[in-house]
């Protein structure tokens, strides 16, 4: 990580902006490579993810990681955050006041990542990024452009694992952003 990565989530373990902050393990501020070119972004942390400080550690990240092997990829190569970074209790949906008094840490971060590609990984994050909108079962798998960086959304790991129908579209979407990836970035370079 970066020292200026290092520094910004320094600053965010500080923040009382919204109550979540109060009800937090531990800060689930980021992981991975920055800058990278792929970032991906979630909801918020979940239980485990609140537990250990990282997201996407549950049985939802043990998805994400073999949806990113499939394509030839991992977390180290890329950036992994949040809409928010404190737990939401009972894992409930971010409050849109929570994300906004959260969305100046996303946007620092992803300054600092510069990534080509983010992909949003449900429909809260593809709300808060793309559009407030989104319609996940309509646009999911479709780029849009995001100030000036190539954005798409899938459905969440965790929706996948309570609904497997949804699957075959997913791995669509997958093979969709390894095309684009590998036009576009040097991620399966040497």
Not at 10 to 36: H, M, Y
Not at 134 to 159: C, L
Request: charged share 30%.
């Amino acid at each position: 990580m970066s020292e200026e990565m290092k520094k910004l989530e320094a600053r965010c373990a500080l923040c009382g902006s919204c109550p979540l902050g109060a009800t937090r393990t531990k800060l689930v501020f980021g992981v991975g490579r920055a800058p990278s070119e792929l970032m991906l972004i979630g909801e918020g942390p979940g239980e485990q993810e609140d537990l250990q400080g990282e997201p996407f550690v549950g049985p939802a990240g043990k998805l994400l990681d073999d949806m990113l092997e499939m394509i030839g990829l991992d977390r180290t190569r890329i950036y992994i955050a949040n809409t928010v970074k404190c737990r939401p209790p009972m894992n409930r949906d971010p409050a849109q006041e929570e994300m906004a008094a959260c969305r100046h840490w996303l946007d620092e971060q992803i300054a600092l990542v510069r990534p080509k590609i983010i992909v949003c990984l449900g429909r809260i994050a593809a709300g808060e990024l793309i559009k407030k909108d989104f319609r996940i079962t309509r646009e999911h798998g479709q780029w849009f452009d995001v100030n000036g960086i190539k954005t798409m959304a899938i459905y969440h790991p965790s929706a996948l694992l309570r609904d497997v129908s949804k699957r075959p579209e997913t791995f669509a979407d997958l093979r969709e952003l390894r095309r684009v990836l590998r036009r576009d970035t040097a991620l399966y370079e040497g």
